[in-house]
């Protein structure tokens, strides 16, 4: 399949260990913002979204953070699995957009290792 | 449950060819996004469609076109074809009323 984010930033944990993977949005006036999973070969798979009103939000095995003073998104995966690798990509939507378009982030390549 | 479906997932096509590549969304869908993605890069906005009416546009080329129909499936219309259109195209959709986008598998366009 297709190797997608050849040159991606990379993140390398041990199986079990807990995952972070941080997002830096550069528009203040989005509104919401989404974490992707992308498999080598597949399209980007919703794993959680957050709105702008909250800090923070958990999912199943998965925590987002949302800080909007510094414009900081992060995805926490805890207790990481062979599975969970994958490229991981945030992607926002402004507050100016009329139809919700993703303005998507470098992704980030999770490696997990046992 | 029922995901979006692209077709086809592979196309192969020689400089200056056409292409139309084709979505059709999850039940009850009504809103289409179309999407580029390079190698190694994220994926870039192209354009969108409500209601069989386009309602955003991103940085698509003007040879390229799109629609979406009575049944809410789209299709990409790909013309005079380059080198550099070799991508992934997504297509992603979701109901009007709430935000999270699903995407499809992707047609991997390769142009030689």
């Known amino acids: 399949g297709e190797s997608v984010g050849l040159h991606l930033p990379t993140l390398s944990v041990q199986e079990g260990d807990n995952s972070i993977i941080n997002c830096a949005y550069s528009?203040?006036?989005?509104?919401?913002f989404i974490w992707y999973k992308q498999e080598s070969g597949k399209g980007p798979q919703f794993i959680i979204d957050i709105r702008s009103n909250m800090d923070k939000r958990q999912g199943q095995r998965v925590t987002v953070l949302l800080n909007k003073t510094v414009k900081h998104l992060s995805l926490q995966i805890a207790a990481t699995q062979p599975g969970d690798s994958a490229v991981y990509f945030c992607a926002e939507t402004p507050l100016t957009s009329p139809t919700d378009k993703l303005i998507f982030g470098t992704g980030t390549r999770l490696q997990v290792f046992p | 449950a029922a995901g979006v479906i692209q077709s086809p997932r592979h196309l192969i096509k020689e400089k200056r060819e056409t292409a139309t590549l084709k979505c059709y969304p999850i039940p009850r869908h009504d809103t289409v996004y179309w999407y580029q993605q390079g190698p190694g890069q994220d994926p870039q906005f192209l354009i969108s469609f409500y209601e069989k009416m386009q309602s955003d546009k991103g940085s698509i080329p003007d040879r390229f076109s799109a629609q979406q129909f009575s049944d809410y499936h789209s299709e990409l219309n790909m013309s005079s074809l380059e080198l550099g259109d070799s991508a992934l195209y997504f297509c992603a959709t979701k109901e009007r009323t709430r935000y999270e986008q699903y995407f499809g598998p992707g047609t991997r366009l390769t142009v030689t």
């Open positions: 528009n203040s006036a989005s509104d919401y």
